[in-house]
């Protein structure tokens, strides 16, 4: 009798009577203890930075302004001066080209290399790990190398070319014409290692049994690789061109390793604008308005994208 006057309020409890309120709400708080290091680390670092930048766009701040902390308000006349410079427009073209041009050649050799790599044969991490040499030098120490490769006078890509008696008097960073496309070229071998090691590591987990369906039903290598492979590989894609653009478009230690944004302003991008008007020229709340229009850019092309591959994906 006593047993089972014990036991069946056991029973009731177990069978889903709710948790008592302060369990769950020990757990709850666990649950935050967790998130908020992560969630002070990007109030801090992300957060204030961001809202700074927008307020100092609205001000008029300078060098004075470290020392007496005054900067006044000017409504929009940061923007304005902005908007109105030619330089600008420029800067704001060369981004568009500069950032188009290096994620289509770094995508499309990227893809080419992890294709080729995903095949067996001997050598293959050896040269693999060769490959990845770009990526792992600083980006400031390429740029240096390669402007002294491109040099127009004593530079070893003309010297090469003039051995083969194709001309070696190419102007790659010093004509306005041809600088932007050497900046180009040079951020595309760069950026390959990214693209391949990304994109080598989706196309592993791209199912075998498809493929041998593909070949089963006649399909020819292409028609594998376009129908079969690209579509499991799509988010793989979407990652990869999503960073490149972020890394991409706010570009700064490369160009000024191997231009400083010249010859006549030909390599200028937003990002160089961001520092010229920032660090040079000291005028911040004109720097601060370049930069929150970079930011925009980014911001915008991420939503876009990754609502483009959510559609998609439907």
């Given amino acids: 009798m006593t047993t089972s006057t014990v036991t069946a309020p056991t029973a009731v409890s177990e069978a889903g009577r709710p948790a008592p309120a302060r369990p769950r709400r020990r757990h709850r708080l666990a649950q935050w203890g967790f998130v908020a290091p992560a969630v002070l680390f990007m109030l801090l670092f992300f957060g204030y930075p961001l809202v700074r930048n927008v307020v100092m766009s609205f001000q008029h701040y300078t060098p004075k302004t470290f020392f007496t902390g005054e900067a006044p308000l000017n409504g929009f006349d940061n923007w304005s001066k902005v908007f109105r410079d030619a330089l600008f427009g420029k800067a704001l073209w060369h981004t568009l080209v500069f950032t188009a041009g290096s994620l289509l050649g770094q995508f499309c050799i990227g ?99 498809l493929h041998e369906a593909a070949a089963l039903d006649g399909a020819s290598a292409w028609r594998t690789f376009r129908s079969v492979t690209l579509p499991v590989l799509r988010p793989v894609i979407t990652v990869v061109l999503v960073l490149g653009f972020m890394s991409t478009v706010k570009i700064l230690d490369l160009i000024l390793a191997l231009t400083d944004g010249g010859p006549a302003d030909a390599t200028q991008t937003l990002g160089t604008l961001t520092y010229q008007n920032s660090f040079v020229r000291l005028d911040f709340g004109a720097g601060a308005v370049v930069g929150n229009v970079l930011i925009l850019i980014s911001a915008l092309f991420a939503v876009l994208y990754l609502r483009a591959g959510r559609t998609e994906g439907k």
């Fill in 111 to 209: 893809l080419a290399l992890a294709v080729f790599f995903s095949r067996r044969f001997p050598l293959n991490g050896a040269l693999r790990s060769l490959i990845l040499l770009p990526w792992l030098v600083p980006m400031v120490v390429s740029g240096i190398v390669w402007r002294r490769i491109l040099d127009q006078d004593t530079g070893v890509l003309n010297s090469f070319l003039d051995t083969l008696g194709l001309g070696g008097h190419t102007p790659w960073l010093t004509s306005p014409h041809m600088a932007l496309l050497s900046v180009i070229l040079v951020n595309i071998w760069i950026g390959i290692p990214f693209n391949m090691v990304i994109l080598y590591g989706g196309l592993q987990e791209v199912p075998r049994e």
